[in-house]
């Protein structure tokens, strides 16, 4: 942050929350010279205000900026699918968002986007714009997520004039969100806006942004609720609504498990031998059993409690498939809610979570047609993709600290699976 005659100006290059979101955002416009973010500004003759934000709930603790505006936006950004929070989230968003209605200020400072007086949007547009520009929009609002993870992006939630909602918009800045939304695009492409027991957003627009893609899709539905508590997991029939069974095959004729072993190959010959001949070790298992498994269109990739909601009717919606990857092994998807919800409610790692979760997957995977011999096989493949995104994290990074498996736990996992494969009793590969 730097400090300017007409406030704080967010530069993209301190190490500040604001500045994170500069640099995903707003770097190429503010690198012009003819756009800058401010914090609390003053009145200033050489820039007029573009875009205009609540800092929610603080300058210094930032999570969320609301549109600032019109009482009705601002208030439909704050109290807008409260269903999906948690409870304390949603509390907080409700204190905020009531007195908004009325023209209260939701937080105490506010964050704008400003141009070099009389400059032409057109010369240097804004990310907002160009959105607006692919959805056939003259003005929409946003509200900006502050995201400060390793897998951080950009993400608008879009509103009209009136506090409707208009759209979700992720935007890539780097390589690996660049990755991630190219494969979230083609994966709503071919299972968005369909209907059935489960249902995907449907893909509205895709374009270029600062040299990297960003999409958008449809707005869920209003008075969708989290799969949390009472409101039921998914069903085997609603799992495989999006990702059916089209064949038994073996499991390396898969396009994930070939994608997968080829990517471990990579990270192999970047180093840390004890990971890669443990992950080769498990893919050479594998391919020498080679399983005969049922084998889905894709599977999600993340399908997990924060990723799904139902309306009141029961329909459940499905988003972020980020992770997705075509013509995969079934079961896949059950395996990993199991582990997820195990690590988020208990904090079990994968590997001490691998023999329960197959128990509680038992259901998933005899629906998908998967015989218990090959049950085993399922779960070495999950802790394959588990090792890798753990891998690929920590190579990223420069670390094992910064990916939520850790190099000790990626081992057990992978020894887990190992064992459960040719440990005593270890079921044989279900042949043809």
């Given at each position: 942050?730097?400090?300017?005659?007409?406030?704080?100006?967010?530069?993209?290059?301190?190490?500040?929350?604001?500045?994170?979101?500069?640099?995903?955002?707003?770097?190429?416009?503010?690198?012009?010279?003819?756009?800058?973010?401010?914090?609390?500004?003053?009145?200033?003759?050489d820039?007029?205000?573009?875009e205009?934000?609540?800092?929610?709930?603080?300058?210094a603790?930032?999570?969320?900026?609301i549109?600032?505006?019109?009482?009705?936006v601002?208030?439909?950004?704050?109290?807008?699918?409260?269903?999906?929070?948690p409870?304390?989230v949603?509390a907080a968003?409700?204190?905020?968002?009531?007195?908004?209605?009325?023209?209260?200020?939701?937080?105490?400072?506010?964050l704008?986007?400003?141009r070099r007086?009389?400059a032409?949007?057109?010369?240097?547009?804004?990310?907002?714009?160009?959105?607006?520009a692919?959805?056939?929009?003259?003005?929409?609002?946003?509200?900006?997520?502050?995201r400060?993870?390793?897998?951080?992006?950009p993400?608008?939630?879009?509103?009209?004039?009136?506090g409707?909602?208009?759209?979700?918009?992720?935007?890539?800045?780097?390589?690996?969100?660049?990755?991630?939304?190219?494969?979230?695009?083609?994966?709503?492409?071919?299972?968005?806006?369909?209907?059935?027991?489960t249902r995907?957003?449907?893909?509205?627009?895709?374009?270029?942004?600062?040299?990297?893609?960003?999409?958008?899709?449809?707005p869920l539905p209003?008075k969708?609720?989290?799969?949390?508590?009472?409101?039921p997991?998914?069903?085997?029939?609603?799992m495989?609504?999006?990702c059916?069974?089209e064949?038994v095959?073996?499991?390396?004729?898969?396009?994930?498990?070939?994608a997968?072993?080829?990517?471990?190959?990579?990270?192999?010959?970047?180093?840390?031998g004890?990971?890669?001949?443990?992950?080769?070790?498990l893919?050479?298992?594998?391919?020498?059993?080679?399983?005969?498994?049922?084998?889905?269109?894709?599977?999600?990739?993340d399908?997990?409690?924060?990723?799904?909601?139902?309306e009141?009717d029961?329909?459940l919606?499905?988003?972020?498939?980020?992770?997705?990857d075509?013509?995969a092994?079934?079961?896949?998807?059950?395996?990993?809610?199991?582990?997820?919800?195990?690590?988020?409610?208990?904090g079990?790692?994968?590997a001490?979570?691998?023999?329960?979760?197959?128990?509680?997957a038992?259901?998933?995977?005899?629906a998908?047609?998967?015989?218990?011999?090959?049950w085993?096989d399922i779960?070495?493949?999950?802790?394959?993709?588990?090792?890798?995104?753990?891998?690929?994290?920590?190579?990223?990074?420069?670390?094992?600290?910064?990916?939520?498996?850790?190099?000790?736990?990626?081992?057990?996992?992978l020894?887990?699976?190992?064992?459960?494969?040719?440990?005593?009793?270890?079921?044989?590969p279900?042949?043809?």
């Amino acid at each position: 942050m730097g400090k300017g005659a007409s406030g704080r100006i967010i530069t993209g290059r301190g190490d500040s929350p604001l500045d994170s979101l500069v640099e995903q955002l707003w770097r190429e416009p503010v690198a012009t010279g003819s756009v800058r973010i401010v914090l609390d500004p003053e009145p200033d003759t050489d820039w007029e205000d573009a875009e205009d934000y609540w800092v929610v709930p603080s300058a210094a603790r930032p999570t969320i900026l609301i549109p600032r505006g019109h009482p009705a936006v601002t208030a439909a950004a704050l109290l807008s699918y409260r269903g999906l929070r948690p409870v304390r989230v949603r509390a907080a968003r409700t204190l905020l968002g009531v007195p908004s209605r009325f023209g209260l200020p939701p937080a105490p400072h506010r964050l704008v986007v400003q141009r070099r007086t009389g400059a032409a949007s057109g010369a240097f547009p804004l990310p907002l714009e160009e959105l607006q520009a692919c959805l056939n929009r003259e003005h929409l609002y946003a509200a900006i997520g502050i995201r400060l993870g390793d897998n951080r992006k950009p993400t608008l939630q879009l509103f009209s004039p009136a506090g409707v909602p208009a759209g979700y918009a992720k935007l890539a800045w780097d390589d690996a969100s660049q990755e991630a939304i190219s494969t979230e695009a083609a994966a709503l492409a071919e299972v968005g806006g369909g209907t059935g027991p489960t249902r995907a957003p449907r893909l509205l627009g895709t374009g270029s942004w600062q040299g990297r893609p960003y999409l958008i899709t449809e707005p869920l539905p209003g008075k969708v609720r989290g799969v949390r508590g009472r409101i039921p997991m998914p069903t085997p029939q609603e799992m495989f609504a999006l990702c059916p069974v089209e064949r038994v095959d073996s499991l390396s004729s898969t396009l994930q498990f070939t994608a997968l072993t080829k990517r471990l190959e990579v990270l192999g010959a970047t180093g840390d031998g004890e990971v890669a001949r443990a992950a080769g070790t498990l893919a050479s298992l594998l391919s020498e059993r080679n399983a005969r498994v049922p084998v889905t269109a894709r599977w999600h990739g993340d399908l997990v409690p924060w990723n799904t909601a139902r309306e009141p009717d029961g329909q459940l919606w499905c988003w972020d498939w980020e992770s997705s990857d075509a013509d995969a092994a079934a079961g896949l998807d059950a395996l990993h809610w199991t582990i997820s919800v195990r690590r988020e409610s208990a904090g079990i790692p994968a590997a001490d979570s691998l023999d329960a979760a197959l128990a509680e997957a038992a259901p998933f995977l005899r629906a998908a047609g998967a015989p218990p011999s090959s049950w085993a096989d399922i779960a070495a493949v999950y802790a394959l993709v588990v090792a890798e995104r753990a891998w690929a994290l920590a190579l990223r990074n420069g670390g094992w600290s910064a990916s939520r498996t850790s190099r000790s736990q990626t081992l057990d996992l992978l020894a887990k699976a190992a064992g459960l494969l040719s440990g005593p009793g270890a079921p044989p590969p279900p042949r043809s």
